[in-house]
């Protein structure tokens, strides 16, 4: 857990979702705040997520594992932080929609938005989107 590791390669291979659903799909599926950040690519205010714990955090669109519980940290961020996700599990591309470069995470399963994951001098930090994901027992 923790120690200084390096952001994940990007991936430029196109996906291959094993959750595939229209538009229409998942706005009946989300509520408004999930479609638009998981499926537009959204951010959540800092401070405004409330994720119960749970043993591990799945996708909230597919239910698909993606953090344990015990990769979980208190970051000040604002957002839930997590040192790894459980593997095989997200996706890394480049995201310069804010005019910078930055390495978004994407549910493998689903294609859904989560958040980003940063090398900023602490370990490494995976900011999640708390409407993402959903605890599991």
């Known amino acids: 857990m923790g120690g200084n590791q390096s952001v994940p390669g990007i991936e430029t291979e ?23 950040v998981c499926i537009k690519h959204g951010t959540e205010p800092p401070n405004t997520g409330r994720l119960a714990k749970g043993n591990n955090y799945a996708c909230v669109c597919c239910d698909s594992p993606l953090f344990p519980h015990a990769e979980k940290f208190e970051s000040g961020s604002g957002w839930p932080a997590f040192y790894n996700p459980i593997e095989g599990k997200v996706r890394h591309l480049t995201d310069k929609s804010m005019g910078v470069s930055r390495t978004e995470v994407r549910c493998k399963a689903c294609e859904a938005h989560l958040g980003h994951v940063f090398n900023d001098g602490r370990p490494l930090r995976y900011c999640i989107n708390a409407v993402c994901l959903k605890p599991t027992d």
Do not use: G, M, N
């Open 14 to 36: 196109p996906a291959e979702p094993t959750v595939v659903k229209s538009d229409a799909e998942w706005k009946k599926q989300l509520t408004r705040e999930q479609y638009k």
